[in-house]
């Protein structure tokens, strides 16, 4: 099967699709221009589903070039054959591949090596294949030059040649594996002298559970213990069925049973090659796939709350002023025009020990006034719900200002404040009003601001400390290129940050727009992009319909309709005896067009219907309309809570085991999984994403731990027991009956909540 059908079937996909997929790919074209303007070719994949087929290609690919590497390596050993050629060539991943690779492998002299060359795998291959008695079998091979001094000694070396061949069967590998993460236990203790009646990983002390069952969180929590020194990990056959991988390899060896002398010494051979040999490999397998898998899953977490995170709406083009609150190093002050660029700035100090209450409120009532501000955004951290009364005593002394104040998530605004991209923008300027700065314009516009911070460094994740950074990094690369993509960029006021995430730009020509727009005033047609040094055609094909221009010569170019498709656009026009630009926003005259009338070899359906849909509502911004949470009056402190208390927050995290919400107490509090709704929950992010203004309950308080318990339950269904699909449970095959009785009853939710440092009731 080629690589285009292999994928295709994956997929659920045509051939075809694919094949055209990866030339388009090969080609120099980006996930976010072929899944908007070559619908026609890929037959309309999705962004997702290439994102999916790139990974594969590259996968595909790697596997390849690795089997010829193994190929011209085994035939330099003058050992391949027709049958291990086709299944090297057939082999489907990677891990099959080295199976097969594993007997011709160069390795380091092992004794099995030794003993082949002391010329007794004659011998091993005897005691296999043909009834005799194993020490009259050795007697012959016996020879004191080669250090083989009795028949004891041949016997042994013959042992260990036969426990290496019977380590390197591909089939018998991939039975183990498969066997064993089907029926394997995880088994969790306390490493010596680590225990600690307050550690975070106090629940794993005694712990078992199905591998295969095995959540992602947990997974990551159980092997940050163990990187931590505090954890041991096994992994263990149920112990009812703690013989069947030897019972595995006998029988994929052919061993005879029975008690003969011959037939015990291959029964230990086979033995030692589980005890000595394939357990410790095949845990350290299985353990790698866990930890892959719960990477994998914690990644597409994060990718998911980056998403969300990045397409959050935006309250728009205003003045606005940022409020980085503190207590005895006072509130930062920093006022943005309605493109972002710093009109003023300064400190206050209402808080405590300063206690500048009503010359605060001056300071700002002033500013507000001198620079027409809209717009009040207040961090989030130490300080925000005083700042926010503060806020609110200045709009109750001057309504006339008729401003609007909202308490944004600033995670990530101190990692900006201190980077190179900050220090280049402001030199002059503390990073503490910096961060001022970053809180006004990710008001403005969450992801033009967020793409200046590195994603991992928001906040939004599951573990993103514990998994593969490579790939988290190139995951949430992906996310805001298409999230940028997906928007759209103001061509004459965007960042070099947010202009090199468009597609078919990179940092080297994104800053070279700049220098264009700073040299030549701003542009006025997206052909002008064309003059941008190093900015040639086919980033030009790629980057021009994702950048906008407002109130230029054209007015197709503040849309998303992609240049090519320009000629389109006239011809519905002069089909309607109108001008271009009175056919662009008016509905009425749209809705007469015939779509089909305007199908042509050049344009397709999907572009024509794209076109017609984008003409409707030129320019026109994805994300949802602006909405801010209302946090309760007097609820500021963790001692404001109190069992029962309904209140508004903003979802700022999601995870596989529940959501964490602001509720405006400097602590977010938890709504686990079991709390999201009234009915089960498989996936948290089915009922809720970062950003959500949500309704939730106080269950739990735990001031001196600062946890937080909530709920989105309705009252009707507290205390009512959890549906049975959602506990788990090991097979019947994992000895569970054996644990103790805590054990049986703690479906292992808790144990890795805890591990991640939350309190769960």
């Given at each position: 099967m080629n690589l285009a059908a292999q994928i295709a079937q994956e997929l659920g996909v045509r051939p075809q699709q694919v094949s055209a997929t990866i030339t388009l790919l090969d080609e120099g074209a980006t996930v976010p221009f072929i899944a908007r303007y070559r619908k026609e070719v890929t037959g309309a994949l999705d962004d997702i589903q290439l994102r999916q087929l790139a990974l594969r290609v590259d996968y595909l690919r790697d596997l390849d070039s690795r089997k010829q590497t193994i190929l011209s390596s085994i035939k330099e050993q003058g050992k391949l054959t027709e049958t291990l050629a086709s299944a090297i060539a057939s082999a489907d991943t990677k891990v099959r591949l080295e199976d097969l690779y594993l007997p011709y492998r160069p390795k380091r002299r092992t004794k099995a090596q030794a003993a082949r060359e002391a010329g007794l795998e004659p011998l091993a291959l005897q005691l296999l294949n043909t009834g005799c008695d194993p020490q009259q079998a050795a007697c012959p091979f016996i020879s004191p030059e080669k250090e083989i001094a009795d028949a004891d000694a041949a016997l042994a070396g013959a042992q260990q040649i036969l426990i290496e061949q019977f380590s390197e069967q591909a089939e018998l590998l991939e039975r183990l594996r498969t066997w064993l993460w089907q029926n394997g236990i995880i088994n969790v203790s306390v490493a010596r002298g680590k225990a600690s009646d307050n550690s975070k990983f106090r629940d794993y002390y005694?712990?078992?559970?199905?591998?295969?069952?095995?959540?992602?969180?947990?997974?990551?929590?159980?092997?940050?213990?163990?990187?931590?020194?505090?954890?041991?990990?096994?992994?263990?056959?149920?112990?009812?069925?703690?013989?069947?991988?030897?019972?595995?390899?006998?029988?994929?060896?052919?061993?005879?049973?029975?008690?003969?002398?011959?037939?015990?010494?291959?029964?230990?051979?086979?033995?030692?090659?589980?005890?000595?040999?394939?357990?410790?490999?095949?845990?350290?397998?299985?353990?790698?796939?866990?930890?892959?898998?719960?990477?994998?899953?914690?990644?597409?977490?994060?990718?998911?709350?980056?998403?969300?995170?990045?397409?959050?709406?935006?309250?728009?083009?205003?003045?606005?002023?940022?409020?980085?609150?503190?207590?005895?190093?006072?509130?930062?002050?920093?006022?943005?025009?309605?493109?972002?660029?710093?009109?003023?700035?300064?400190?206050?100090?209402?808080?405590?020990?300063?206690?500048?209450?009503?010359?605060?409120?001056?300071?700002?009532?002033?500013?507000?006034?001198?620079?027409?501000?809209?717009?009040?955004?207040?961090?989030?951290?130490?300080?925000?719900?005083?700042?926010?009364?503060?806020?609110?005593?200045?709009?109750?002394?001057?309504?006339?200002?008729?401003?609007?104040?909202?308490?944004?998530?600033?995670?990530?605004?101190?990692?900006?404040?201190?980077?190179?991209?900050?220090?280049?923008?402001?030199?002059?300027?503390?990073?503490?009003?910096?961060?001022?700065?970053?809180?006004?314009?990710?008001?403005?516009?969450?992801?033009?601001?967020?793409?200046?911070?590195?994603?991992?460094?928001?906040?939004?994740?599951?573990?993103?400390?514990?998994?593969?950074?490579?790939?988290?990094?190139?995951?949430?690369?992906?996310?805001?290129?298409?999230?940028?993509?997906?928007?759209?960029?103001?061509?004459?006021?965007?960042?070099?940050?947010?202009?090199?995430?468009?597609?078919?730009?990179?940092?080297?020509?994104?800053?070279?727009?700049?220098?264009?727009?700073?040299?030549?005033?701003?542009?006025?047609?997206?052909?002008?992009?064309?003059?941008?040094?190093?900015?040639?055609?086919?980033?030009?094909?790629?980057?021009?319909?994702?950048?906008?221009?407002?109130?230029?010569?054209?007015?197709?170019?503040?849309?998303?309709?992609?240049?090519?498709?320009?000629?389109?656009?006239?011809?519905?026009?002069?089909?309607?005896?109108?001008?271009?630009?009175?056919?662009?926003?008016?509905?009425?005259?749209?809705?007469?067009?015939?779509?089909?009338?305007f199908i042509s070899d050049q344009y397709g359906e999907y572009t024509v219907n794209d076109v017609i849909a984008e003409l409707e509502k030129p320019g026109r911004d994805p994300r949802p309309e602006f909405k801010t949470a209302q946090f309760a009056e007097g609820v500021e402190t963790l001692k404001d809570l109190h069992i029962g208390m309904q209140l508004e927050g903003v979802i700022t995290n999601v995870t596989n085991f529940g959501a964490f919400v602001d509720i405006g107490v400097h602590q977010d509090g938890l709504v686990h999984i079991s709390q999201l709704a009234d009915r089960f929950v498989k996936d948290p992010h089915s009922i809720v994403k970062t950003g959500d203004i949500v309704q939730v309950r106080v269950t739990e308080v735990d001031e001196a731990r600062r946890r937080i318990a909530l709920s989105m339950k309705s009252q009707a269904t507290v205390g009512k027991p959890v549906p049975a699909k959602a506990k788990s449970a090991l097979p019947a095959s994992s000895a569970a009956e054996k644990k103790p009785k805590s054990m049986q009853t703690n479906n292992g939710l808790a144990a890795g909540l805890k591990a991640a440092g939350f309190k769960i009731k």
């Amino acid at each position: 099967m080629n690589l285009a059908a292999q994928i295709a079937q994956e997929l659920g996909v045509r051939p075809q699709q694919v094949s055209a997929t990866i030339t388009l790919l090969d080609e120099g074209a980006t996930v976010p221009f072929i899944a908007r303007y070559r619908k026609e070719v890929t037959g309309a994949l999705d962004d997702i589903q290439l994102r999916q087929l790139a990974l594969r290609v590259d996968y595909l690919r790697d596997l390849d070039s690795r089997k010829q590497t193994i190929l011209s390596s085994i035939k330099e050993q003058g050992k391949l054959t027709e049958t291990l050629a086709s299944a090297i060539a057939s082999a489907d991943t990677k891990v099959r591949l080295e199976d097969l690779y594993l007997p011709y492998r160069p390795k380091r002299r092992t004794k099995a090596q030794a003993a082949r060359e002391a010329g007794l795998e004659p011998l091993a291959l005897q005691l296999l294949n043909t009834g005799c008695d194993p020490q009259q079998a050795a007697c012959p091979f016996i020879s004191p030059e080669k250090e083989i001094a009795d028949a004891d000694a041949a016997l042994a070396g013959a042992q260990q040649i036969l426990i290496e061949q019977f380590s390197e069967q591909a089939e018998l590998l991939e039975r183990l594996r498969t066997w064993l993460w089907q029926n394997g236990i995880i088994n969790v203790s306390v490493a010596r002298g680590k225990a600690s009646d307050n550690s975070k990983f106090r629940d794993y002390y005694d712990h078992q559970e199905a591998i295969r069952n095995m959540p992602s969180h947990r997974a990551l929590a159980m092997f940050r213990g163990s990187k931590e020194g505090e954890l041991k990990i096994t992994l263990l056959p149920p112990e009812s069925m703690h013989k069947d991988p030897i019972q595995a390899i006998a029988q994929q060896n052919h061993i005879p049973a029975g008690k003969g002398l011959r037939a015990l010494w291959l029964q230990n051979c086979v033995e030692l090659t589980w005890s000595q040999k394939l357990h410790k490999q095949i845990e350290n397998d299985l353990l790698k796939r866990l930890r892959d898998e719960a990477e994998t899953e914690a990644i597409d977490v994060f990718a998911r709350n980056l998403k969300d995170l990045l397409l959050a709406a935006p309250a728009g083009q205003k003045v606005t002023l940022g409020l980085d609150p503190g207590l005895r190093t006072g509130v930062k002050v920093a006022v943005v025009d309605s493109t972002g660029k710093l009109l003023d700035h300064g400190n206050i100090y209402p808080h405590a020990p300063h206690k500048k209450w009503d010359e605060s409120v001056s300071t700002l009532a002033k500013l507000a006034a001198k620079h027409k501000v809209s717009l009040i955004s207040i961090g989030n951290g130490t300080a925000s719900r005083e700042t926010e009364q503060l806020v609110k005593e200045l709009s109750k002394r001057h309504p006339e200002l008729n401003l609007t104040s909202v308490i944004v998530n600033e995670a990530g605004a101190s990692i900006y404040s201190a980077s190179e991209l900050a220090s280049r923008e402001f030199p002059d300027l503390d990073v503490t009003i910096r961060g001022a700065v970053s809180i006004a314009r990710r008001l403005q516009d969450p992801l033009a601001e967020l793409v200046k911070i590195e994603p991992k460094a928001i906040g939004v994740g599951q573990y993103q400390h514990d998994v593969d950074q490579k790939a988290l990094a190139g995951s949430l690369e992906n996310v805001v290129e298409d999230g940028v993509n997906h928007v759209g960029v103001d061509l004459n006021t965007a960042s070099c940050e947010l202009l090199s995430q468009v597609a078919g730009l990179n940092r080297t020509t994104a800053q070279n727009i700049i220098d264009y727009r700073d040299k030549q005033g701003r542009f006025t047609d997206r052909k002008q992009l064309l003059k941008v040094p190093r900015l040639g055609a086919k980033a030009f094909e790629q980057c021009a319909a994702f950048l906008r221009i407002r109130d230029g010569k054209q007015p197709l170019d503040n849309s998303a309709v992609h240049p090519e498709a320009y000629p389109l656009v006239d011809k519905m026009a002069l089909t309607l005896r109108c001008k271009t630009a009175e056919l662009i926003g008016n509905s009425t005259l749209i809705k007469t067009l015939a779509a089909q009338q305007f199908i042509s070899d050049q344009y397709g359906e999907y572009t024509v219907n794209d076109v017609i849909a984008e003409l409707e509502k030129p320019g026109r911004d994805p994300r949802p309309e602006f909405k801010t949470a209302q946090f309760a009056e007097g609820v500021e402190t963790l001692k404001d809570l109190h069992i029962g208390m309904q209140l508004e927050g903003v979802i700022t995290n999601v995870t596989n085991f529940g959501a964490f919400v602001d509720i405006g107490v400097h602590q977010d509090g938890l709504v686990h999984i079991s709390q999201l709704a009234d009915r089960f929950v498989k996936d948290p992010h089915s009922i809720v994403k970062t950003g959500d203004i949500v309704q939730v309950r106080v269950t739990e308080v735990d001031e001196a731990r600062r946890r937080i318990a909530l709920s989105m339950k309705s009252q009707a269904t507290v205390g009512k027991p959890v549906p049975a699909k959602a506990k788990s449970a090991l097979p019947a095959s994992s000895a569970a009956e054996k644990k103790p009785k805590s054990m049986q009853t703690n479906n292992g939710l808790a144990a890795g909540l805890k591990a991640a440092g939350f309190k769960i009731k």
